[in-house]
């Protein structure tokens, strides 16, 4: 055996190329040597080429049992989503978003399978289980910036479709919501209302859904030719308490503001309680605006002026694509084109509390 051979052998605990190693020596992904593999046509020729002379060189040769196993069908869909139980089962977000995927899978006779991941360790027993194959594809939701289960999933040859996207560069498929002009909308309903310092409480930063309604809320000012002013911005978490917390931080820092755009109506429900308990009437002294148009919103006191995202279409439409993908290729991995990228609008539903 040459010296070359023995190097590459020597870190191996059975002396059998791996998958990892196809794709390390081939300067390519995992997923894209599994698409390799399984002849998808979903791979660049530079890159078939690649996997072909790394397979070539190292003597790979794939296991026929797992190859057999990821052609088959498991008439199963993983929704996953990296919240607590209390969060999930009590926002009306989630649960509209799990209507609408589970509604679309019964259709098309598929099994849902639904997956709260909130640690590191939690993350490592999924991804073993989906290095099984056991689900056909996998959706995810709540999604932070940092969060690699997606470029995992996809490398893994699974099909992945997320609701919303970590970035505006996002490489996986999604299916989101206007959110940028989302928080446009808001400001500019605000601003035609007569007020001038509207202050906002968004998601957390880390999300691209919290950053695309702060980015429309800042657009939305500028539009209207109100400046901006950094002391009517408070960061929160999605939650009701985060909402109380963060309204409290704007009262303390702008007592004189006359308008509140929440990113979510959960948060804005929260920030009522807070107006009310400083004697703040709604919306004679604050006008007060949310985004989902949940029940939340409905039922509020006063009923709760929101933008409304359509939460469970958007479960159906991302399980479409998803079923799309695993129907053309099971082993697609990340997409690409704006197929795969899809943008659902939103709409301002005006009620008394602005």
């Known amino acids: ?6 190097r ?17 020596l081939a300067g390519v992904g995992r997923g894209t040597v599994s698409r390799v593999i399984n002849g998808s046509p979903r791979v660049s020729e530079q890159a078939r080429d690649a996997v072909a002379r790394a397979v070539a060189e190292l003597g790979y040769v794939p296991n026929q049992a797992a190859r057999a196993l990821a052609g088959s069908r498991t008439g199963a869909v993983a929704l996953v989503i990296p919240e607590t139980e209390a969060r999930v089962f009590s926002e009306p977000y989630f649960l509209d978003l799990i209507r ?18 909130r640690t ?5 027993r999924f991804e073993h289980y989906l290095a099984a194959q056991r689900v056909d594809g996998v959706l995810l939701a709540s999604v932070h910036g940092d969060d ?6 996809a490398e893994l040859g699974l099909p992945v479709v997320m609701n919303g996207r970590r970035s505006e560069a996002e490489p996986v498929a999604y299916v989101d ?12 309903h605000l601003a035609g209302r007569g007020r001038s310092r509207i202050a906002t409480i968004s998601g957390p930063l880390d999300m691209y859904v919290a950053r695309a309604r702060l980015g429309g809320y800042r657009a939305g000012l500028a539009e ?46 929260g920030a009522r309680g807070v107006l009310r308990e400083a ?7 604050v006008a007060l605006v949310g985004v989902d148009d949940s029940a939340v919103a409905r039922l509020m006191d006063p009923p709760l002026t929101s933008v409304r995202q359509p939460i469970e279409e958007m479960g159906r439409t991302m399980t479409r694509l998803l079923l799309q993908k695993v129907a053309e290729d099971p082993g697609a991995g990340p997409a690409a084109g704006e197929e795969q990228r899809r943008v659902l609008p939103t709409e301002l539903i005006v009620r008394d509390s602005s």
């Open 8 to 24: 590459v052998v020597s870190g191996r605990r059975n002396g059998r190329p791996t998958l990892e190693e196809v794709a390390a």
């Open 224 to 269: 209207a030719g109100i400046a901006p002013d950094e002391s009517l911005v408070a960061t929160a978490d999605f939650t009701e308490e985060g909402g109380r917390r963060a309204m409290h931080e704007l009262l303390e820092r702008a007592p004189g503001l006359d308008a509140v755009f929440a990113a979510s109506d959960v948060m804005a429900a």
């Open 279 to 285: 004697g703040r009437r709604i919306p004679e002294d």
């Open 177 to 188: 919501s206007d959110n940028i002009g989302a928080g446009r909308a808001a400001v500019a």
């Open 1 to 6: 055996m040459h010296e070359g051979s023995s």
């Open 100 to 117: 609408g995927v589970s509604a679309e899978l019964a259709e098309a006779d598929k099994q849902l399978l639904l997956t709260l991941v």
């Open 148 to 153: 690699p289960l997606p470029d995992r999933i």
């Open 120 to 124: 590191e360790a939690e993350r490592q």
